[in-house]
């Protein structure tokens, strides 16, 4: 009986999605591994498959400490009597959305669409840039100094990065 009563806590959902990505993981790492084992093209694969294995095995485990910490369920208990999850929350989720609250994924991949689209005319460094400080302005970032150091900070980092590590060119204005 109190194996039902924990499966009722699982969170299933996120075991799932954790199975699906170990699960493409390791199909990922079998199929780099067959098409040659040599150390030269499995010098990124192997340990970014044997990170993300042991993120998902933490997620897992935390899933599954949060299902043995919630609060048992009681059969004589009456779900209809436990009080509200926004009254403990101070009524914080009555709050009402504002426009660009509710539509913040949408303004961001629009805005991401812009970026990829500038590339070619601002350059990457510059573009960069300057998606890092309207994404953190859309995410309600309101320190001046902390979005434009932040911006340029990572633009320079990344474009140094790719430069060094892309044997490609691409197109830079400043740096």
């Not at 509200?84 to 009555?94: K, L, N, Q, R, V």
């Not at 426009?99 to 601002?122: E, H």
């Not at 309600?140 to 900070?153: A, D, I, N, Y």
Request: proline share 7%.
């Amino acid at each position: 009986m109190n194996s039902d009563r924990l499966s009722a806590r699982i969170d299933w959902g996120h075991c799932a999605l954790i199975a699906i990505m170990a699960g493409i993981t390791i199909f990922y790492l079998h199929d780099a591994w067959e098409a040659s084992n040599r150390v030269r093209n499995l010098i990124l694969v192997l340990p970014a498959s044997i990170l993300a294995l042991a993120m998902c095995l933490i997620v897992l485990y935390d899933v599954l400490s949060a299902a043995l910490r919630a609060p048992k369920l009681d059969a004589t208990s009456d779900p209809e009597s436990a009080p509200a999850p926004d009254s403990e929350a101070g009524g914080a989720a009555s709050e009402p959305e504002t426009l660009l609250q509710r539509f913040r994924p949408a303004v961001l991949m629009g805005t991401f669409g812009l970026y990829i689209l500038s590339l070619p005319y601002l350059g990457f460094d510059v573009a960069t840039a300057l998606f890092m400080a309207v994404s953190l302005l859309i995410d309600g970032e309101r320190r001046p100094l902390f979005v434009v150091g932040l911006s340029v900070g990572f633009a320079v980092l990344v474009t140094i990065a790719f430069r060094w590590l892309i044997p490609y060119p691409m197109p830079i204005l400043l740096l």
